[in-house]
Structures are given as C-alpha cells and as structure tokens.
C-alpha cells in the first residue's frame, strides 16, 4: 500500500492556523521518535570534546523557547506560574544552550507535551486576523505575526531535530569504537 504524506489541519482552528498547528505537532513527532529510547548517558552526552549541548539540553531549550514565544512575542504576557514551574533553568549561559544534566527523559518528554498543550490551547480560540496581526514586544527591537513566530518554531525544532539526530549517531559511533 502506498504511503500517503500530507499535511491535515488539527481540528477547532481557523483552517490557515490550523495547517501550521499540524506542522508543529509533525517535527514534535519526530523529536519524540528521535530521542524515545534514550538511555541517561545518551540524553547527557555533550560530544567528544564536552562542548556541545546535550540531548537534554536541547529538548529543555525547544520547549522553553515554545512557550518564550508564545507568551513574549504572541501574547505578550509573563509566563502563568504553572509554566514558569516547568522552567526553573535560565535558557542561556554565555550564549550557549544551558548545560543540564541527570534530567530523566521522561521528565523532559512531560515538559515538552505541557509546552505544547498550552501552546496549542492558546492558538485555539485565535482569530485569522489576530494570527496575521503584528504584535510589538516591548523590551524588543521587532514586531511579529503569530503566523511567523510559529513558523519559526517548526523551523527552530526541525534545525535542533538534526543537531539531536547528529548527536546520537556520533554517540552511538563512539560508544561501538570503545
């Protein structure tokens, strides 16, 4: 049977939002199919030299930015305290992803769907007009449309969805060599 490959709109959103809510939910299938069978050591490899981000780094940092975006730059409103809990790590230190550590993969799988549920929440009750409408963070140089700061988000995950693929596979090269 042939594979069908498309793109379906997640129900109760405006059809246009609705398509890139499904786009969202396809690269978090992907990440989630990446990272599933992680074992400690691999979510906390930083590379040969200690001087990457971690696995688990890299799935704090894209569920953290989710919801930076979606409260910063979309609604322009303080983290509510249910998520600023999920986030009690800072996003950057000199530039660099936040190292972390000893963080189960279960703990940021549960983050990472918290993220999007709110995310998802959010976005339901939005207006094509709001979603095409420029918002303007104050302590920030830009103005942005919900649409584009979601796009930015399949982009952003998908770029961190290969850096974790890359991860992994040089793990697993190496761990064979020893």
């Known amino acids: ?4 490959l498309q793109v379906v709109p997640l129900p109760n959103y405006e059809p246009e939002i609705g398509y890139w809510m499904s786009a969202m939910e396809q690269i978090r ?3 989630i199919a990446l ?3 992680l ?5 906390d490899w930083e590379g040969p030299d200690r001087n990457e ?8 940092h ?5 919801v930076s975006w979606l409260f910063c730059d979309i609604l322009l409103q303080e983290f509510p305290p249910t998520v600023e809990a999920d986030f009690p790590h800072p996003m950057a230190t000199n530039g660099r992803i936040r190292p972390l550590s000893k963080i189960t993969l279960d703990e940021h799988l549960d983050r990472l769907a918290r993220s999007r549920a709110v995310f998802l929440n959010a976005l339901k009750s939005m207006s094509l007009e709001d979603w095409r409408n420029f918002r303007s963070p104050p302590n920030d ?4 449309t919900p649409a584009w700061a979601v796009f930015h988000l399949v982009e952003h995950e998908a770029g961190h969805a ?4 890359s991860l992994i596979n040089r793990s697993e090269r190496l761990t064979a060599l020893a």
């Open 35 to 37: 990272v599933k069978n």
């Open 62 to 66: 894209i569920a953290l930015v989710e």
């Open 162 to 165: 290969a850096q974790i693929s």
């Open 29 to 31: 299938s992907r990440t």
């Open 141 to 144: 140089d830009y103005s942005v």
């Open 1 to 4: 049977m042939r594979t069908k």
């Open 53 to 60: 981000n971690s696995i688990g780094s890299l799935l704090y």
């Open 39 to 43: 074992d400690q050591p691999t979510l």
